[in-house]
């Protein structure tokens, strides 16, 4: 139902099958979160109707609405008068106009779209504006296969969990893990691993939160074996960075696990042991602590695996909940080094499921590689407005500040209703159906969220 019901002369009224998102619109709008692309962003194509700007934001508020694919754009966005003028569009273009403009981007549009990324953060994340003075910053590193056709640019053969002899891409992330924010996420080539693009990772990074130093000094890199060479290792510590990671090589964590002189049982894993490495080390720049953990496989034999961590028993202890008293119990400090390094799981990898199940990442790829860049650009962008969102609504929404990114997307904002403008297009009033099991919370959350727009919201019947 596309058309508009005329209330007045002054006022119309569009039914929408994503009111509560039209509502973030209407911030989303007013925050001018989408400036830097439109400005920064020159893509060489005629405009016919819509400016190329204009095209990629239609694909971002298709990408917010739940689409598995661009082909969504004319269901979710063109049929939906409301959710477009909620944006501030007065329109929307053709899904093969809005693939044609991302097929049409060049290296150049997409540095200009992470310099845009960049401002866009800068102006409204967390991680930004961390107060390092009072806490660590902690960002999590990790990559992940997304699998494409053999003639995409870049495909190639890796990597691919469950997927033999698939060919794809591999996407990067890193992860403002206290905000759940996407800082920098980038695309490689199949075969890429962790190894390779940590740095480029941890440059952009440096680049976009503006790290110095001091701020370098109280920052925290957690990554996996993939990130845990030697050499990785030593070039996060020569600039200063504090480092839990787990080592690359398998073959020297079974070599220094003899050392071990007792092993703990892991109280939450009775197939779990873990021991202090007692063999002195000049392998890497700065002191480290490195911790032995063995796991039974199912032949019955060890497999072993090391961490490595810059940080003091004091710190681990705090970060992972423990008390300062702890610190005079070796079982509990060695336990606090493993249990940090097991948290990655609720962070990056925690990040990368929520963007394949809620944003459907794993179910869009261009064949141009530019285009992909693009792509990519904008879903790290939907997460992390997905991610603002639920914290502008968490004070008045307290079941909706601990859902994931699948049920935001599915259950949250997907929210039928009904969206009244006036004759410039403002949006006036949101009315909510009243039968949704959400409705009530949120319509207090939007409410705060809305009111100095002066925008109403209220339960109705759709």
């Not at 401002?119 to 990559?143: C, P």
Request: hydrophobic letters at 40%.
């Amino acid at each position: 139902m596309n058309e508009s019901i005329i209330i007045s002369e002054s006022v119309k009224a569009y039914f929408s099958s994503h009111a509560s998102l039209a509502a973030i619109g209407r911030k989303v709008k007013k925050l001018k979160v989408f400036e830097p692309i439109e400005q920064k962003v020159k893509i060489a194509q005629k405009r016919v109707k819509y400016s190329p700007s204009e095209k990629l934001l239609d694909a971002f508020i298709t990408l917010l609405s739940g689409a598995q694919g661009m082909v969504e754009v004319n269901k979710l966005l063109k049929a939906d008068l409301g959710l477009q003028r909620a944006f501030g569009r007065r329109g929307c273009a053709e899904q093969s106009v809005v693939q044609d403009t991302l097929d049409a981007c060049t290296a150049d549009n997409v540095l200009q779209m992470e310099q845009a990324m960049q401002e866009i953060f800068r102006r409204h994340s967390q991680t930004y504006r961390h107060d390092y003075q009072l806490n660590w910053q902690l960002l999590d590193a990790d990559i992940t296969g997304r699998p494409c056709g053999r003639k995409a640019q870049f495909a190639s053969k890796g990597y691919f969990a469950k997927q033999r002899n698939r060919r794809g891409r591999q996407e990067a992330y890193l992860i403002g893990t206290w905000y759940e924010e996407i800082v920098v996420e980038r695309i490689f080539d199949g075969k890429t691993q962790l190894n390779r693009a940590l740095r480029p990772l941890i440059e952009a990074c440096e680049q976009v939160l503006e790290m110095d130093e001091r701020k370098r000094q109280r920052t925290i890199v957690r990554v996996d074996s993939g990130g845990g060479s030697a050499e990785d290792i030593n070039w996060m510590l020569e600039r200063g960075y504090q480092v839990h990671a787990k080592d690359y090589s398998g073959v020297r964590a079974q070599t220094l696990a003899e050392s071990v002189t007792e092993w703990i049982p892991d109280p939450s894993d009775r197939d779990r042991q873990m021991g202090w490495v007692t063999l002195e080390t000049d392998l890497y720049c700065r002191p480290v602590k490195r911790i032995a953990v063995r796991c039974h496989k199912k032949n019955g034999h060890w497999a072993y695996g090391l961490i490595i961590s810059t940080l003091s028993p004091i710190d681990v202890l705090l970060l992972t909940g423990g008390y300062q008293q702890e610190i005079e119990d070796p079982k509990a400090v060695l336990l606090a080094y493993v249990n940090f390094y097991d948290q990655r799981g609720g962070g990056v990898e925690i990040e990368i499921k929520e963007d394949k199940q809620g944003l459907g990442t794993s179910k869009r790829n261009k064949r141009r590689f530019e285009a992909q860049q693009m792509l990519t650009q904008l879903e790290a962008l939907a997460h992390n407005v997905l991610i603002w969102a639920q914290q502008w609504l968490a004070p008045h929404c307290p079941k909706i500040a601990h859902l994931g990114l699948k049920r935001l997307v599915r259950d949250v904002f997907q929210m039928d209703g009904f969206l009244i403008f006036d004759h410039a297009t403002d949006l006036l009033n949101v009315m909510l159906n009243r039968a949704d099991p959400l409705a009530k919370e949120l319509s207090i959350g939007l409410a705060s969220l809305l009111a100095q727009e002066h925008v109403v919201i209220t339960l109705g019947e759709t």
